[in-house]
């Protein structure tokens, strides 16, 4: 892919949401998802100051987006984005590290092989990143879903979308109250990590807390379990600590009873700012008539993405093991 098709996608997508925040006087964020609008329409969003439509329909004409691929689309926004959450202290405002989402990917092509057509459901969208990287290198038809609570990022996640041409229905909504939603075969989630504040409406999950808030990030496993056909699969990205917190018998014995650990995959350290960042990534198939656990899960201690022959040798031991696992050998 051409570096400099990203950069100069970026560079014109930074330089026009910067003249937008400068005029409007609202967030990078908030002004990006102008930008993304306008980008899409190819033309001022109804309603703006006639200096400012003006000023970005002369930007316009000097950008060209239907001669960009849907990749560096992608990646333009997404440092676009991240330059809008540099130094944001909301956790949710965190988007999943470009490697993990690749893998999330890859993992996704593995437990769906042999379908020619499925259905996906990301309940925790933010930006769209995480989804969005997974339809790129899924190669079946895929009937996808998403939903974000977050004004600014369900926006940014809608533009995400269109922009890169990918058909997602989303849900503007607090995922953990009930869709409108028939059971998926593929469940995607970097899981939000905290306590979740509306107790009323955890006392309706298995998980909720004995006593306190329940965790946010144990009613979002519960939540997309719901929402999983039988037999369908679960990738999320968790937090290390998942496994060791004060609630995690529950979820042990949750999972025990309605789940089959397909694997674990921790991930480096290096992916991550600090130790206490570090996540892995869990896969799970939801329990039905015709599935079983295998007899050893795929655990995995990835290598740092840089280490290219590392990262070739466990791909080939991860073909291996799931080769082996869909042809019931596990």
């Known amino acids: 892919m051409n570096k400099t098709d990203v950069e100069n996608l970026f560079e014109w997508v930074d330089h026009t949401t910067e003249l937008i925040q400068q005029h409007q006087n609202e967030t990078y964020l908030d002004s990006l998802a102008v930008t993304m609008e306008a980008l899409f329409y190819q033309e001022a969003p109804l309603g703006m100051d006639d200096i400012l439509a003006r000023k970005l329909q002369s930007a316009l004409a000097d950008s ?8 560096t689309i992608r990646k333009a926004t997404q440092l676009a984005i991240l330059k809008g959450m540099k130094g944001s202290t909301q956790q949710q405002h965190l988007m999943t590290p470009e490697t993990v989402s690749l893998l999330v990917g890859y993992l996704a092509g593995k437990v769906t092989q042999g379908k020619d057509a499925f259905s996906l459901f990301d309940p925790a969208s933010g930006t769209a990143n995480l989804i969005t990287t997974v339809l790129e290198q ?9 939903s974000e609570v977050d004004p600014t990022l369900i926006q940014l996640s809608v533009l995400n979308a269109n922009l890169q041409k990918k058909n997602i229905e989303f849900f503007h909504q607090d995922s953990l109250r009930p869709f409108l939603l028939d059971p998926v075969d593929l469940v995607i989630a970097d899981l939000p990590v905290g306590y979740y504040p509306d107790d009323v409406r955890a006392n309706d999950f ?5 006593e306190g808030h329940a965790y946010a990030h144990h009613l979002f496993i519960e939540q997309s379990m719901y929402y999983t056909k039988a037999g369908g699969y679960l990738i999320f990205v968790i937090p290390d600590f998942l496994f ?3 609630q995690s018998d529950k979820l042990h014995h949750y999972l025990q009873e309605y789940a089959h650990i397909i ?7 290096s992916v991550f700012k600090s ?3 570090v996540k892995s990534i869990l896969v799970l198939q939801k329990k039905g008539a015709d599935t079983h656990a295998p007899k050893q899960p795929l655990l995995v201690n990835m290598p740092s993405f840089k280490n290219t022959k590392a990262m070739s040798d466990i791909l080939e031991q991860m073909n291996t093991w799931f080769a082996a696992y869909k042809s019931n050998e596990l």
């Open 64 to 71: 060209d987006i239907s001669s960009y691929e849907t990749e």
């Open 138 to 146: 899924l190669k079946q038809e895929v009937t996808a879903f998403a």
């Open 206 to 210: 298995e998980l909720k807390a004995d």
């Open 244 to 246: 060791d917190s004060d």
């Open 263 to 269: 694997g674990v995959l921790r991930l480096p350290e």
């Open 275 to 277: 130790e206490k960042n």
